[in-house]
């Protein structure tokens, strides 16, 4: 499903409201590498992938569903 997805590069904002993390907690975990990497457009702006931003939603629910089904 992700595959037909229309691939887009998402500013911050977009990010925060599709995840709903915050955005200090989005740069933790891009400390910790636990998510999604964002592509350089300039010298200061950053954008990030919509299919790896749509991946990393669908894993934490199936991570969540796998834990419900123990």
């Not at 993390?21 to 457009?41: D, H, M, Q």
Request: some cysteine.
């Amino acid at each position: 499903m992700l595959e037909r997805m229309e691939r887009r590069l998402l500013r911050l904002p977009d990010v925060r409201r599709i995840c709903g993390l915050s955005r200090s907690e989005i740069y933790r975990r891009l400390a910790l590498g636990t998510f999604p990497r964002p592509v350089p457009l300039g010298e200061r702006i950053r954008a990030w992938d919509s299919r790896e931003i749509a991946r990393f939603v669908e894993d934490r629910i199936a991570a969540r569903d796998a834990m419900e089904g123990q």
